[in-house]
């Protein structure tokens, strides 16, 4: 076998100029900028324009495929190895440090790390993976098989890249294939995932606006409302300041409610806004109505509406609500969904339950099913065989996860990576990093892993 340890220590100055000029680019969807020839805004459009330019000067046969992915590709016959990432990140909300978009480089040694949103999720991962792959092609060592990289610019919105991109494009699947966008050592199973919202047509007078959040797989951590002056709301923001600030404005109260941001995978380690504002405001102006929807946004388990379960695999189900508004010019209120399940579950029944426990109607936008690999298959065996050979975690198993990857759209493919055990990056969160040591060290082991899937395959 290569050394690929000693061979990818050519690669990481590039590797983390690469990166740092990847994250400056803010890649967030932008509706106000979406045309034909750029379906997912500027923003994610010139990031994909600037991964292809890198490539195509380094020799790689490029496309942007329908302006939705942009697909980096090596080798000329057999069979296809596939790795998919993705260039769009989620909003930069909260706090941070540092500015999300500058890649700040911080810390020394051990501690040295990358500063800035998607430097783990998933820019930083996509970029060690095409490091990998320029690795093998320089060194000849794609050879009786051909890799194809393609970086979604839609993952964080349901993955609508990778279903045009196998769907009207017609793109080959890949023979075996892995996408570096969860933990090491290696992702065997998904939970089933469906997002939508709540719709009610009702009157919330004094309030005259709700509005909060920017995505479905993030807890939100800012809701602002807008309301008639009201002397009960104005007592709970000075009887606990957690909730946020308060300030009047004429006859006008606003009301800003401050949570904190996690994962829709594990919103029990966030702190929602959106339910601090409905108990809040249910409990001052005496509103049963939102002081119900307060429980619900509260209940991450199910459990306030009956919706709780525990798979044998993927374990317990979650509930998360990322986004929401109320006009009281239209008298209607709506709030995002994202409800994500195990093997075995009967979501619908459960969604049916959560619709008469608020007495709302529930619109979906989008529904994937659990996903679950053999252990013991080739794909899933090759790629613990690499992972244990290059760090010499000889025990480490493969794992089940709440979240979802492109592992659920592109056939014959795991997620395997980036992220190391204790080393999480706070995606989807503030002060999102990468450990520079994390990222080089992926270089070698994504390479490994290509080159013995490519092996594997034919």
Not at 68 to 80: D, S, T
Not at 178 to 186: E, G, I, K, Q, R
Not at 227 to 241: G, I
Request: hydrophobic share 35%; with cysteine.
């Amino acid at each position: 076998m290569p050394n690929f340890k000693k061979l990818a220590k050519n690669y990481e100055h590039n590797a983390v100029l690469t990166l740092q000029d990847l994250v400056k680019i803010n890649s967030v969807y932008d509706e106000k900028t979406v045309t034909p020839a750029s379906p997912y805004g500027k923003g994610v459009d010139e990031a994909l324009s600037a991964f292809l330019t890198l490539a195509k000067e380094h020799g790689f046969k490029t496309e942007k495929t329908l302006n939705r992915c942009a697909e980096v590709a090596y080798g000329e016959k057999g069979p296809l190895i596939g790795v998919y990432a993705h260039l769009d990140v989620v909003p930069a909300t909260g706090k941070w440090d540092n500015p999300p978009f500058e890649a700040k480089i911080i810390g020394e040694g051990k501690e040295k790390k990358m500063i800035g949103r998607g430097t783990s999720d998933d820019k930083g991962p996509l970029v060690a993976a095409y490091y990998a792959m320029k690795l093998l092609k320089d060194n000849g060592l794609i050879d009786g098989y051909r890799v194809r990289l393609v970086a979604g610019g839609d993952e964080e919105r349901g993955s609508s890249c990778l279903e045009h991109y196998f769907g009207e494009a017609k793109k080959e699947e890949c023979a075996l294939g892995f996408t570096p966008d969860a933990d090491f050592p290696l992702i065997y199973a998904e939970k089933g995932i469906v997002h939508g919202h709540f719709l009610k047509s009702i009157d919330l007078s004094p309030i005259v606006a709700i509005e909060g959040g920017a995505a479905y797989n993030a807890v939100c951590d800012k809701v602002m409302v807008t309301l008639s002056a009201n002397k009960k709301v104005k007592a709970a923001f000075k009887a606990d300041p957690s909730l946020g600030d308060y300030s009047e404005e004429g006859m006008l109260g606003i009301a800003v409610f401050k949570g904190k941001s996690a994962h829709a995978s594990t919103p029990e380690l966030g702190e929602s806004a959106i339910a601090k504002a409905f108990l809040t405001l249910g409990t001052a102006l005496d509103n049963p109505f939102l002081s119900k929807l307060g429980l619900f946004v509260s209940s991450t388990d199910g459990s306030v509406f009956g919706g709780e379960h525990t798979a044998t695999e993927l374990g317990k189900s979650t509930y998360c609500s990322g986004m929401v508004k109320y006009d009281c010019s239209k008298h209607s209120i709506s709030f995002s969904f994202d409800y994500r399940f195990g093997e075995k579950v009967d979501y619908e029944a459960n969604i049916k339950k959560a619709e008469d426990y608020l007495d709302m109607n529930f619109a979906k936008a989008s529904y994937t099913a659990p996903l679950l690999y053999d252990k013991k298959s080739t794909l899933v065996a090759t790629l613990m065989k690499s992972y244990r050979h290059m760090t010499h975690k000889l025990f480490d198993k493969p794992m089940a996860i709440g979240g979802g990857t492109y592992a659920k759209e592109a056939k014959n493919t795991v997620a395997y990576g980036s992220a190391f055990k204790n080393h999480p990056g706070d995606i989807h969160s503030p002060n999102e990093y990468i450990y520079l040591s994390d990222f080089l060290a992926q270089i070698a082991i994504y390479a490994d892993a290509i080159y013995r899937l490519g092996k594997a395959a034919q």
